[in-house]
Structures are given as C-alpha cells and as structure tokens.
C-alpha cells in the first residue's frame, strides 16, 4: 500500500522552493540576489490609515541602504529627529530576517519608528544590546559588519536625543525594534521666561483630553495595553497605541512588557494634579 504524503503549506504563500532558499546559509535573495522590497508605512496627524511605500532594489545591499535613506528622509519631513546612524543599524539588522515581511513603521510625527519582520526574532533581548553579541551568519558579513554592534550603536546614537531602543517580539515570528525620541526637544525648566508646567509634565509637552482620559484609565487599572485603552477610549486600536507612545516619550508611562504600560511616578503625579487626590 502505498502512502501518499502531502508537504504543508508553503508559509506567506512562498513556493517551496523560495522556502529552501531562505533556508539556506547562504544570502536570503538568491544566488543571483535578485532584489526584494521593504514596506514603509508613514502614519500622519489625523490619518487613520497610514500612506504605504514600497522601497525596492537589485540587490540586498542596496535595498536596506535605499530602505534607510528614505526612512529617515520621511521622518525628517515630518519633525523627527532621529539620526541616519540610528536607522540604518536596525534597517541593516534585517538581514537577519532575510527581510521576510519588513515593515517600517513612522509615527508621531517622525519621532517613532518601528521596524518589524517575520524572521526567527531576537530571544535574548538583553543581551543583544551589548557589543560583541551576534547570530550574523558568514554571508551576511557581505551586507552588514556582523559584529554585534548594532545595536549599541544605535542606542548610543538615541541616548544623545534622550530617546530609547526598545526590542519586542511580533506577532506569530520575529521582532519589533522601535526607536523613539521625545516629541519635542527638552527645553530648560529653570531658564528665564520658561512657562510653568503642570505637575508632573516635563517641559515642551501639553496633553489633550483623550491623553488625559488615558492616564486615568492607567490610573484605575494599574496596568494595561493599547486594546484595553481602545475599549475605554472608544477609539480605533492603532490610535491606542499612538497614544500610549507619545505619551510614553513624555515620560508618564513606561513599558513592562507583553504590550503593557504603567504609571511612572510622573504621570501618577499628573493624574493626581488633575483629580484632586
């Protein structure tokens, strides 16, 4: 009797045979690295749906350095300041991934953006921001330095804006990677003619009325996510979590972990000033 085995589905509607080619150990695109394309996706004040761009290229070496340039051209347009450096380590880090299902994400103005991929992610995400520490195959030392500093240099470079380097899982596979700054420059409190600041707010921010609602759902619940805050805000799950990230660049929340925001001792100082408590 014979038996007939089936092979399962070839996973994002590849071919098996493109399967097998990123399994290789060899570059993601081929012997002939034929090109692939990144997905810029640029999210602007009072869009619900973000403007799509597909960044494409020959070769895998020039994808991610055209990939880098037009990000951070994007970003600039609208006010952000994060450096080149900053963006093309973690865009470069995609090689990793063999660029399977590379997205970058720009939010809040330019001062947020999030670069995620269906690749076999980052399990140890502490110690992928120290130097020395790498998973980078021989060949991909054809396209990045493979040393293990991307990372740090990246969160050296945000560290200078007072910004952070944030690694998280995806979806199903593979990593989110979000550099953010914060919303505005730091401006100096003590300096003459400086405005006076709600407590608890630092200097250059405002809230409006649906930030404030936000903090006192935070507030009630101890901890939660952008699909909690949509529910109480009656608000589309995207703008959820927009809000949850500028308000964590204004330093009232903080991540912990699972899609989860806290109070900081700022912004439970601001809930107070506000409730009266």
């Not at 709600?198 to 930030?211: I, Y």
């Given at each position: ?178 550099l953010a ?36 759902v935070l ?24 809000e949850m ?33």
């Amino acid at each position: 009797m014979r038996v007939r085995i089936r092979k399962p589905f070839a996973p994002h509607g590849r071919t098996w045979k493109h399967a097998r080619l990123l399994s290789r150990p060899g570059p993601p695109m081929g012997r002939k690295d034929s090109g692939s394309s990144i997905r810029i996706a640029v999210y602007r004040e009072g869009l619900e749906a973000p403007m799509v761009e597909d960044v494409t290229a020959g070769s895998l070496t020039e994808l991610l350095g055209r990939a880098s340039i037009r990000t951070y051209a994007l970003a600039r347009e609208l006010g952000g300041r994060i450096a080149h450096t900053a963006i093309r380590e973690i865009v470069e880090n995609l090689v990793h991934a063999g660029c399977a299902g590379a997205t970058i994400s720009i939010l809040d103005g330019g001062h947020r953006i999030v670069v995620s991929d269906q690749g076999c992610g980052i399990p140890d995400k502490e110690r992928c921001m120290l130097p020395g520490f790498t998973t980078a195959a021989p060949w991909m030392r054809q396209y990045i330095k493979g040393v293990g500093s991307g990372f740090v240099v990246a969160s050296e470079s945000m560290s200078r804006l007072q910004g952070s380097v944030r690694v998280e899982d995806n979806l199903g596979r593979g990593a989110v990677v979000t550099l953010a700054e914060p919303l505005q420059a730091p401006v100096d409190a003590s300096a003459p003619g400086a405005p006076r600041l709600a407590a608890g707010l630092r200097p250059g921010f405002h809230l409006n009325e649906r930030q404030k609602r936000a903090l006192l759902v935070l507030a009630e619940s101890q901890h939660a996510g952008p699909s909690v805050l949509a529910k109480e805000l009656g608000v589309a799950l995207a703008t959820a979590h927009r809000e949850m990230g500028r308000m964590e660049a204004m330093g009232l929340v903080q991540y912990v972990g699972k899609g989860k925001r806290v109070l900081t001792a700022e912004g439970l100082e601001l809930v107070r000033s506000f409730t009266g408590t």
